[in-house]
């Protein structure tokens, strides 16, 4: 088992099986490599290598933020990314082996964010471009790992600089563009310089986005804001054209790629891919055009252009042809917070989560999406599956239960009004027959479920059995005993409460200077398990509601998930110091840590057959590890 110098004390690093997720908001996010097998992409802080036939996934992990921008060398050699950090600290480039998926160079120079990159023809200088921060161009020499150079993106009268591309055929020649701001730059390595120059717009003032170089270099086309296309001529430097004229694109261009004809495809910020004419026929637009879900942030050209990626800010990838001109969905995952996880019972096969707007089945193999359900403008808290399977519940913060059919999505019933700040958590009976909820107001309550029959046919009626008020702030978890006769709720008030189902009255209560966030009971139920915003992962006893241990779960932020083996002897923690972690449960030591996170770790969950666990975070992204033991 590897050992990354990053985990805590040296511990082994779990295996990552497979991720759930694209960054589909980073500009030119998507590529496709130059052997035409595989798609680069990023995924919070990890660089993912997708085989596009198999689809198996390898991954480059060393980035301590968000990936911000990738490029893909010429040759297909080198794969280089840049990243986020924070204000006041340098963000890296990393320049990746792309056969040997290993680190080959950590450039370190700019400020805070890299906001594009580009390889030179040959392979020989990377380009990089700092963010708002920084403000500069620093061209890398490759091999030997070294800056040469370096210059202001622009004058101090433009705006920030958001693009850079390299010509196809020089080697010291390259572009910038930006907000009003348009240059091309001279490389010249024996005096270790960069000559810029600005390029003659005219009256023409244009916020740029993207920019592609034509094979021959003669010409450099840029996508901009105003939703049309400007051509410059590289030799002399001034502005040839601006188009189409009258059927600009709406929100902007945020993407573009050339074809060997010399028709353009954009990408514009409504979900239109489009094909417009070459230059000569003054980029006029096509009928052939497709409406994608999000605004298009990436085209990727699949070798001669007969097929091409676009991703979008929605997190989906599609697949087009581009002879007939039609797509097909291929890559699609939540591009929001997931804030709840959960299996069937006694099945591994799926999985379902939740989000803003969204429920998702999920099939753990292949992490291809089976259903999905959506309520526009509402958030999903929780969600989980009834024992029989038959269907699927869910707590919106508009205050409802949701229960819909895992077959169709259609809705089976809802119970409205069940709490008045919302439902902020789920527990449900295994004879199926009672929920129990928890609510921003801090109230647990009991409903039963019960089907009636009418002259309609079967109908299903819940009613509230008894609400429980005692919590002070709100129940953020709710676990049941297998006999469904008492159940433990947490709460952000500090304490966690044993609620006996059958007399709804109070058991126990344990207090602790923490907002709880999640709780579990030990298989053999004497003891409870219970992690907050303390950091602190404590043992309770169920009995009198005592402490008898606790553990430092986190060095940074809290701990927001937890999940029990069957048999006891093993938990899972995730939380805001994005690191998944295996337990001893007995010897309370750290036995593995999963870095690949770049958001905070909200929910995790070991499978029923306890050979994966799946973690979702705050960044959208879903990840698989393969359970060590």
């Not at 960054?23 to 595989?38: S, Y």
């Not at 893909?72 to 986020?84: D, E, H, P, V, W």
């Not at 370096?150 to 920030?160: I, Y």
């Not at 089945?361 to 009834?386: G, Q, Y």
Request: charged content about 20%.
């Amino acid at each position: 088992m590897a050992v990354n110098p990053s985990s805590p004390i040296g511990v082994p690093q779990l295996e990552l099986e497979a991720t759930i997720g694209f960054e589909g908001r980073i500009p030119g996010g998507l590529k496709v490599h130059p052997n035409r097998q595989h798609l680069v992409y990023a995924l919070g802080c990890t660089v993912v290598i997708e085989d596009i036939q198999t689809g198996k996934q390898d991954f480059l992990t060393g980035h301590s933020n968000d990936v911000t921008c990738i490029s893909i060398s010429k040759s297909g050699r080198y794969i280089a990314s840049g990243q986020l950090t924070y204000m006041g600290f340098k963000a890296d480039v990393i320049i990746w082996d792309f056969e040997e998926r290993c680190l080959h160079a950590r450039l370190v120079l700019h400020k805070v964010k890299v906001e594009a990159l580009a390889f030179s023809p040959n392979d020989t200088f990377l380009v990089s471009l700092g963010g708002q921060d920084d403000g500069a161009v620093v061209v890398w020499n490759v091999a030997r790992k070294e800056a040469i150079c370096g210059s202001p993106a622009q004058v101090e009268s433009a705006g920030v600089t958001h693009c850079v591309a390299y010509a196809n055929n020089d080697e010291f020649l390259f572009v910038t563009g930006g907000n009003h701001t348009l240059r091309v730059w001279e490389l010249d390595v024996e005096n270790r310089k960069i000559r810029p120059t600005d390029v003659n717009m005219g009256q023409v003032k244009r916020v740029v986005k993207c920019i592609e170089v034509l094979d021959n270099d003669k010409f450099f086309y840029c996508g901009t804001t105003t939703g049309d296309i400007i051509a410059i001529n590289i030799e002399t430097r001034l502005f040839q054209h601006v188009g189409p004229a009258k059927d600009i694109f709406s929100q902007g261009i945020a993407s573009l790629a050339i074809l060997k004809t010399g028709e353009v495809i954009c990408g514009a910020g409504d979900g239109t891919v489009s094909v417009c004419g070459t230059l000569e026929q003054k980029f006029k637009r096509s009928k052939r055009a497709q409406k994608l879900d999000g605004p298009v942030t990436s085209l990727a050209l699949r070798g001669q252009g007969h097929q091409f990626f676009a991703g979008t800010g929605k997190s989906h990838i599609y697949k087009f042809n581009l002879t007939e001109f039609t797509h097909e969905l291929i890559n699609t995952c939540h591009y929001s917070a997931v804030n709840d996880i959960s299996f069937p019972f006694g099945t591994s096969d799926l999985f379902v989560t939740c989000c803003y707007q969204d429920i998702r089945v999920w099939h753990l193999s292949t992490s291809k999406e089976l259903l999905r359900i959506t309520v526009p403008n509402m958030t999903c808290n929780a969600v989980d599956f009834t024992r029989d399977g038959r269907s699927i519940v869910s707590a919106w913060d508009d205050g409802k239960i949701r229960t819909f059919f895992p077959e169709s999505g259609k809705v089976m019933y809802t119970i409205e009004d069940a709490h008045n700040k919302g439902v902020t958590a789920l527990a449900l009976t295994s004879d199926c027959r009672h929920i129990i909820s928890g609510g921003g107001e801090g109230q647990v309550r009991v409903w039963e479920i019960s089907e009636g029959y009418t002259m309609k046919g079967a109908r299903i009626t819940t009613r509230l059995v008894e609400a429980l008020k005692e919590h002070k702030g709100s129940v953020t978890c709710i676990k049941l005993r297998k006999n469904d006769a008492e159940c433990v709720s947490a709460s952000t008030d500090g304490t966690c409460i044993i609620w006996d189902l059958k007399r709804f009255v109070r058991n126990q209560i344990m207090f602790a200077n923490t907002l709880f966030k999640t709780i579990a009971y030990h298989p053999n139920e004497c003891q409870i398990i219970t992690s907050g915003t303390d950091r602190k992962i404590g043992y309770w006893e169920n009995f009198d509601g005592s402490l008898i241990r606790e553990l430092e779960g986190s060095k940074a932020g809290s701990v927001n998930g937890l999940d029990i083996t069957a048999d006891g002897m093993y938990f899972v923690t995730g939380g805001n110091d994005k690191l998944v972690k295996v337990w001893k449960y007995n010897e309370g030591e750290v036995t593995h840590v999963g870095l690949g996170h770049s958001g905070d770790i909200n929910r995790v969950k070991i499978c029923p057959n306890t050979k994966h666990i799946v973690s979702v975070s705050a960044d959208g992204a879903v990840l698989r590890w393969r359970f060590p033991f």
